[in-house]
């Protein structure tokens, strides 16, 4: 890449303190070694033995399990990095990443913070500030005020004026309280005194405002990059609307209904919305794309997102690397110019969560992992056999990436990693994401952000072998049958002694027993 | 021997005989299966039914076997028609008294009920949290909290009584 920038010096990182845990602390920790950096982690208690720790060069502890004790204390860690001499702090995405305070502290201590500029995060951290700044900078929002209403007159007339159906939302609001949509005028009375008076009920505000409701977007986000030279560009879209209860599930880039005319303005947007409060290093604009094409801007995202495999993989654009590039004051070269997704990627989030069993989250020991190989795949994964899945934190395990020439081909690819997959010793949301497979609208592509909280309440994406049909009293669906009964067999073949198990021929299933005897001991 | 498995909903008659080296007899219901069945040093089972391969791993889960092959894991609970049946007169003889344990650990954010109270079934007893997620305990059936074992902020693991309904 050319040097030809001097304003800021270029200051190379050698040693990098990871504040975070789990799959996204073992992604840093790759690209750092992979650039010769060195790794430092930093573990609560019951992380001791995590996989972050283990791959790391130096790993010291931060406190007990609580993340306000240990993950969430910004001053203990950037004095940690002072101490150790590391020269940057990556933060991950969650805990500390999106505090314009730890950027803060880091910056006064002469720690490089791998991400925006404190003022950069504040300025996006305020949803009124940061509508107020993309509204200045012509970047398109959802239509409406954050003014309160006077009155019912004033919200009639200024619901005439967006046109329906409209949402109210409580002006203190927040988790859905106090907000109501309003299909069409003859309603609007009656909602009207219904959000104020629950506002009122749950915020001890009851002022309201009005905002045009959006029906059945979708959920499209546009990666963008900048460097401390002010030039900000844009990777392309990743579409994100498989959501439950607003967590991401599934992403993919490119977006199946996103055409290059289309992609050409979201990302000039994205880079409007970044360039409007001089970002730089890696984020992300999210925007709501409705049926018609339009877009609205969300808000910014001031970190790396969970989703940005995808994003790597159709790009060819290591954004770990990049965004280490980026704070060593490295301008963005070339290679940035006009970037262009080239076939298909998927990833799915790989919860440690029974979907069966009202999504139960499943701590516990994992004492088989297997993760699928072969071509167009990749694993993040945050744990390895053995390893324990704590009560503590978030309970995503692992991200599966896969990436085939079209979607097609892509999803049937995941279809084939998900059958090698195996995790046990604890439930997880696999089988949710078998019978997304199977399920047509998925397939076509055919997705808006509230499609899989509808499915799931109508009692749809039921596993495939419990769905009525041919797979009922099959041979696949007696297989638990079958091998739990002959696993019973040899068990009571061994406990009676009978000619069952006979000892001249050492029974397969009791080695297994015993096998499961040894590896549990060598765990305990 | 006949035995009795269960899976969630399901429930059927099973038999096994063994047929010759690793080969044996399946019977669930009224379907036959002539299993070839080998073990990896991995501890993974090959299942081979009329030629068709499976792949599965069967673990004890407590009194059940998880059984996890490429269709995900099922929980199956196999028991002698005696022990069955012994174990249904109990539960008509006694009084259907029901000590609860936790499914997963995780620490108690709140009792929603007192030692005494009468509740129905469905209702609220326990909350549990982990990783960031509630989860309402609920009662199986309609009865009397003879005894709560836990308290409000207290961790539990997996397996530890909760409570105790008549």
């Known amino acids: ?524 | 021997m006949e035995l009795i498995a269960r899976s969630g909903e399901r429930e059927e008659k099973v038999r096994v005989r063994r047929d010759g080296p690793d080969v044996y007899e399946v019977t669930v219901g009224d379907r036959t299966y002539l299993v070839d069945a080998l073990l990896t040093p991995a501890g993974i089972h090959s299942l081979r039914i009329d030629g068709a391969q499976h792949e599965v791993s069967v673990r004890r889960q407590g009194e059940d076997y998880a059984v996890t092959s490429r269709h995900g894991t099922a929980a199956v609970s196999v028991t002698d028609p005696l022990s069955h049946l012994a174990a249904q007169s109990h539960g008509k003889g006694a009084r259907r008294q029901q000590k609860v344990t936790a499914y997963m650990p995780g620490r108690v954010a709140a009792v929603l009920v007192q030692e005494g109270d009468a509740v129905t079934a469905g209702q609220g007893i326990i909350v549990l949290e982990a990783m960031k997620m509630e989860n309402e305990i609920r009662a199986e059936h309609d009865g009397t909290i003879l005894k709560l074992f836990v308290q409000p902020g207290q961790a539990v693991d997996t397996g530890n009584p909760l409570f105790e309904l008549e």
């Not at chain 1, 940690?80 to 990443?97: E, N, Q």
């Not at chain 1, 190989?373 to 704590?390: A, F, K, L, Q, T």
């Not at chain 1, 067999?489 to 002694?497: D, N, W």
Request: with cysteine; net charge neutral; proline share 6%.
């Open chain 1, 1 to 524: 890449m050319p040097e030809n920038i001097e304003s800021v010096p270029r200051q190379r990182i050698r040693k990098v303190l990871i504040a975070n845990r789990g799959e996204i602390a073992v992604r840093v920790i790759r690209a750092c070694r992979e650039m010769g950096i060195r790794t430092v982690a930093i573990y609560s208690e019951p992380d001791r033995l995590g996989l972050p720790v283990l791959l790391a060069d130096e790993a010291y502890p931060i406190g007990p399990a609580p993340s306000r004790e240990s993950y969430l204390r910004a001053e203990a860690i950037v004095e940690l990095a002072v101490k150790v001499g590391a020269d940057a702090i990556h933060p991950g995405y969650g805990f500390l990443s999106e505090r314009a305070g730890f950027a803060r502290l880091c910056r006064d201590a002469g720690v490089t913070f791998i991400g925006p500029s404190p003022e950069a995060i504040d300025a996006m951290g305020s949803k009124v500030e940061s509508r107020r700044l993309m509204m200045a900078a012509g970047v398109p929002v959802v239509p409406g005020g954050k003014d309160a209403l006077p009155d019912l007159a004033a919200a009639a007339a200024f619901a005439e004026q967006l046109g329906y159906p409209v949402m109210l939302k409580a002006s203190a609001g927040g988790g859905g309280k106090g907000m109501r949509r309003v299909v069409e005028a003859a309603e609007l009375a009656g909602a009207y005194r219904a959000a104020r008076s629950e506002a009122g009920a749950s915020f001890g505000d009851d002022s309201v405002y009005l905002e045009k409701y959006i029906v059945d977007p979708r959920h499209v986000e546009i990666q963008v990059l900048g460097d401390l030279h002010g030039r900000v560009v844009s990777l392309g879209e990743r579409e994100c609307s498989l959501q439950r209860r607003h967590q991401k599930v599934v992403e993919e880039a490119p977006s199946p209904v996103v055409s290059p005319e289309l992609r050409r303005r979201m990302g000039d947007a994205a880079v409007k919305a970044a360039s409007a409060v001089g970002y730089s290093n890696a984020g992300t604009c999210e925007f709501l794309l409705a049926k018609d094409g339009s877009f609205y801007f969300l808000e910014m995202n001031t970190r790396l997102q969970v989703e940005h495999p995808v994003t790597e993989l159709v790009t060819g654009i290591d954004l770990v690397h990049t965004q280490i590039r980026i704070a060593e004051g490295e301008p963005l070269g070339p290679a940035f110019d006009d970037v262009q997704p080239r076939g298909h990627a998927v990833e799915i989030r790989l919860y440690a969560e029974d979907p069966y069993n009202r999504f139960a989250p499943s701590p516990g020991r994992i004492v088989r992992l297997r993760l699928p190989e072969g071509p167009g795949i990749r694993n993040d994964c945050g744990v390895y056999e053995g390893s324990e899945v704590s009560i503590h934190y978030d309970p995503m395990l692992a991200k599966l990436i896969v990436w085939a020439a079209d979607r097609e081909t892509a999803l049937n690819r995941l279809e084939r990693a998900l059958g090698e997959l195996r995790v046990e010793g604890i439930r997880t949301n696999v089988p949710l994401f078998r019978a997304l497979l199977a399920d047509a609208d998925f397939r076509s592509g055919n997705m808006d952000i509230g499609m899989l909280d509808r499915k799931l309440a109508a009692g749809e994406l039921q596993p495939p072998e419990e769905m009525p049909g041919e797979m009922q009293n099959s041979e696949l669906a007696d297989l638990p049958f079958i091998a739990a009964a002959l696993a019973h067999h040899e068990k009571a073949g061994r406990t009676l002694g009978s000619g069952v198990g006979s000892a001249s021929r050492r029974s397969l299933w009791n080695a297994t027993a015993r096998r499961e005897a040894l590896r549990r001991s060598s765990w305990s």
